[in-house]
Nanobody
Framework: QVQLVESGGGLVQAGGSLRLSCAAS????????MGWYRQTPGKQRELVAT???????NYANSVKGRFTISRDNAKNTVYLQMNSLKPEDTAVYYCNAHETRWDRRWLEYDYWGQGTQVTVSS
């Protein structure tokens, strides 16, 4: 079992910056990758950025060059540094952890945080 707790959301003006944090606890040894997703009412949840246990990163085209995902292994925490924020970035941001376990076969499962609201004003 993995628990994820996000923090750092809030209200910011366009062009401003915000840093989101996601603290993981539980069976973190089985986590292969973590990431950030966001969702706006009426739209599907979309991938923002991911980072694997090996350090490989992936970003949505809409945030590439503006957002940076990183991790602090000692604190079991993943971060999302968001710069040059736009009103279109307004959404609830969710932390995700992808687990792979062996139980006579490989099992995969996704854990989600409670979400943190990010609002960017014009």
């Amino acid at each position: 079992q993995v628990q994820l707790v996000e923090s750092g959301g809030g209200l910011v003006q366009a062009g401003g910056s915000l840093r989101l944090s996601c603290a993981a606890s539980g069976s973190i040894f089985s986590i292969n990758a973590m990431g950030w997703y966001r969702q706006t009412p009426g739209k599907q949840r979309e991938l923002v950025a991911t980072i694997t246990s090996g350090g490989s990163t992936n970003y949505a085209n809409s945030v590439k060059g503006r957002f940076t995902i990183s991790r602090d292994n000692a604190k079991n925490t993943v971060y999302l540094q968001m710069n040059s924020l736009k009103p279109e970035d307004t959404a609830v941001y969710y932390c995700n952890a992808h687990e792979t376990r062996w139980d006579r076969r490989w099992l995969e499962y996704d854990y989600w945080g409670q979400g943190t609201q990010v609002t960017v004003s014009s």
